[in-house]
């Protein structure tokens, strides 16, 4: 069975402090991975997504960045969070964009202030 | 772009009445893809129903949905409301052979006794 990891489940950063969020999937090789941020009250933005290792596509500019440094992982960071970085960001994995289903992690809780 | 109308952001309901939550949407690909995904407190979001076919009604733990392309709706509706259906419901969209997958803003159920 595949399953989906995230990390940390929360953090309360400063503003312009630097931010690494992780993702790892176990048990499906090669899947299309994905970012997914929800401000509070907000509905799930998609930020980037990763058909293979070392290709990221991004999809909204926040000044934001990700990586797929292994095929089983996922990273989003900044250098510097901005006050409106704060919300609840989701990672996931799909077979494939023509399916559509995704499955999705527990989800990182960030506070910035 | 693609994009997806929730216009209820919270329903309330009495246990046994029956549910129905609008989605409607926008594409210029003729080959959308409709899905509705629940997120239950404390859980992860994860795939409801799921449908590409013209008025072909789709069905899954009681719940029901049948695309129209013709007025660009997927109406989430079940027979008779249960406590547990209480959740976030997000209607979403994507064509086939897109890795953009647009979520509408969430409608809020919420089943009372």
């Known amino acids: 069975a595949q399953t989906i990891h995230q990390w940390p489940v929360a953090e309360i950063k400063a503003v312009g402090s630097p931010l690494s969020l992780g993702c790892t999937i176990k048990g499906k090789s090669s899947p299309n991975l994905y970012w997914y941020w929800q401000a509070t009250g907000g509905t799930l933005q998609q930020l980037f997504y990763s058909i293979t290792v070392g290709q990221v596509e991004s999809v909204v500019q926040l000044n934001l960045s990700a990586s797929r440094p292994k095929d089983d992982q996922f990273i989003l960071s900044t250098e510097k969070l901005l006050l409106s970085h704060s919300g609840f960001y989701l990672c996931?994995?799909?077979?494939?964009?023509?399916?559509?289903?995704?499955?999705f992690g527990e989800g990182s809780k960030l506070t910035v202030l | 772009g693609d994009s997806v109308t929730q216009k209820e952001g919270l329903v309330t309901l009495t246990e046994g009445l029956p549910v129905m939550l609008n989605c409607t949407y926008q594409?210029?690909?003729?080959?959308?893809?409709l899905f509705w995904y629940v997120h239950y407190l404390n859980e992860s979001p994860r795939l409801l129903l799921k449908?590409?076919?013209?008025?072909k009604r789709t069905e899954h733990q009681g719940f029901h949905a049948t695309l129209h392309k013709s007025s660009s709706s997927f109406h989430l509706q079940k027979s008779s409301a249960q406590l547990s259906d209480s959740a976030l419901y997000y209607c979403?969209?994507?064509?086939?052979?897109?890795?953009?997958?647009?979520f509408g803003a969430g409608t809020k159920l919420t089943i009372k006794p």
């Open positions: 449908s590409s076919t013209d008025n």
């Open positions: 996931a994995w799909s077979r494939g964009a023509n399916t559509g289903q995704l499955y």
């Open positions: 979403a969209l994507t064509n086939y052979g897109n890795e953009k997958i647009t």
């Open positions: 594409t210029i690909y003729s080959n959308a893809f």
